[in-house]
Nanobody, 127 residues
Framework: QVQLVESGGGLVQAGGSMRLSCAAS????????MGWFRQAPGKDREFVAA????????YVADSVKSRFTISRDNAKNTVYLQMNSLKPEDTAVYYC????????????????????WGQGTQVTVSS
């Protein structure tokens, strides 16, 4: 079992920046690929970014590419999502997720690949 707790959400003006953190506890964090998803009101949960358990490979959705960056610190059991140039359409609940992975370089963009989910943190971008 892995427990995930997101933090860092809140209210920010359009054009601003915010960094989300996801702290993991339980089983060995470094053996899990990690991902961030988001869900806006009335919409499906969508993929935002993913990172391999080695940290060497990342993948970011086209909708946020060049603005969002995912990273991890295995020594701190934490994964981050740095969000820059935020837009009102980025408003959503952001979730982190963990996927058991045999391969150090693997990352996943499908919700079904993830085994554990956090409770989410609200990000609101005002115009």
């Amino acid at each position: 079992q892995v427990q995930l707790v997101e933090s860092g959400g809140g209210l920010v003006q359009a054009g601003g920046s915010m960094r989300l953190s996801c702290a993991a506890s339980g089983r060995t964090f470094s053996s899990y690929a990690m991902g961030w998803f988001r869900q806006a009101p009335g919409k499906d949960r969508e993929f935002v970014a993913a990172i391999s358990w080695s940290g060497g490979n990342t993948y970011v959705a086209d909708s946020v590419k060049s603005r969002f960056t995912i990273s991890r610190d295995n020594a701190k059991n934490t994964v981050y999502l740095q969000m820059n140039s935020l837009k009102p359409e980025d408003t959503a609940v952001y979730y982190c997720a963990a996927a058991e992975s045999v391969y150090s370089g693997a990352y996943y963009s499908s919700r079904g690949e993830y085994h554990y989910w956090g409770q989410g943190t609200q990000v609101t971008v005002s115009s």
